[in-house]
């Protein structure tokens, strides 16, 4: 697997915002972690995350010492956060795929219809803070372009700024609407990860419903409603029913 993540110059400056004895416990977390003494990391970093601080470097950390503590649930758990701050990170994305491979349930995805493919892969292209970044540079550029397209005189430059303008403003708008799907996938519960060992999905909320079949620590599951102490999810096949809310752990 791959090793304890250095922390970027952006959650450096993150964690400057907190108190001192938030930057101290993420140093010494990091201590522990490096010295293998993984249970005094991760209750480091939970006390962190209590908190209030979250950047994709902690949950991957925190992932990592879960992971070397044989507590695979957890480990896929906050791997899955981490992907959600930072999806195009590959160390992340392999160390999920490493844990996927330790849990029971292997199932198949429904196949997405190619577009809603392509749109799904583009939102987890970036996080949505460089979604939004994205989009205020490209508006400037559009703002520049515009200008120069009103104001020259020249017939080629119009021509070649019209055009410029047309897609700079296709992509300010497109990084927007990208920006927003992923900050709606960060903050709305959509997805959880099992946390027993194994729970039986009924085929109502209560506990005489027909039972459906079993899913095992570690899947992922999503999250369709709640109803008292009782959610409705659905696996990525397609199979849909009831579990105990204390059975799954939001992503």
Do not use: C
């Not at 999806?87 to 999920?96: A, C, H, T, V, W």
């Not at 409705?232 to 029913?241: A, F, P, T």
Request: aromatic content about 18%; cysteine-free.
């Amino acid at each position: 697997m791959k090793k304890i993540m250095v922390l970027s110059t952006w959650f450096f400056i993150m964690s400057m915002a907190f108190s001192q004895p938030v930057k101290d416990s993420l140093q010494a977390g990091n201590i522990y972690y490096s010295d293998d003494d993984y249970e005094a990391a991760i209750r480091t970093y939970e006390w962190v995350l209590d908190q209030g601080f979250e950047a994709p470097e902690l949950y991957y950390n925190l992932g990592n010492a879960y992971f070397k503590t044989n507590r695979i649930p957890y480990a896929i758990l906050n791997y899955e956060r981490a992907m959600l701050l930072d999806p195009g990170n590959e160390d992340i994305q392999y160390n999920l795929e490493l844990a996927r491979s330790f849990i029971v349930d292997k199932i198949e995805e429904v196949p997405l219809f190619f577009i809603s493919e392509w749109h799904h892969a583009l939102v987890n292209l970036f996080s949505s803070d460089v979604w939004a970044y994205v989009s205020m540079a490209t508006f400037l550029m559009f703002l520049f372009s515009i200008s120069v397209y009103l104001y020259s005189r020249t017939y080629v430059l119009k021509k070649l700024f019209f055009w410029f303008s047309v897609i700079l403003i296709y992509t300010t708008i497109s990084s927007f609407v990208f920006s927003y799907h992923h900050k709606k996938l960060i903050e709305e519960p959509g997805a959880g990860i099992v946390t027993r060992p194994s729970v039986t999905v009924e085929s109502s909320p209560d506990e005489s419903g027909t039972d459906l079949f079993l899913v095992h620590e570690g899947t992922k599951v999503f999250i369709r409603e709640y109803v008292g102490d009782w959610m409705r999810i659905r696996l990525s096949d397609g199979k849909e029913g009831w579990v105990p809310v204390d059975s799954i752990i939001e992503i």
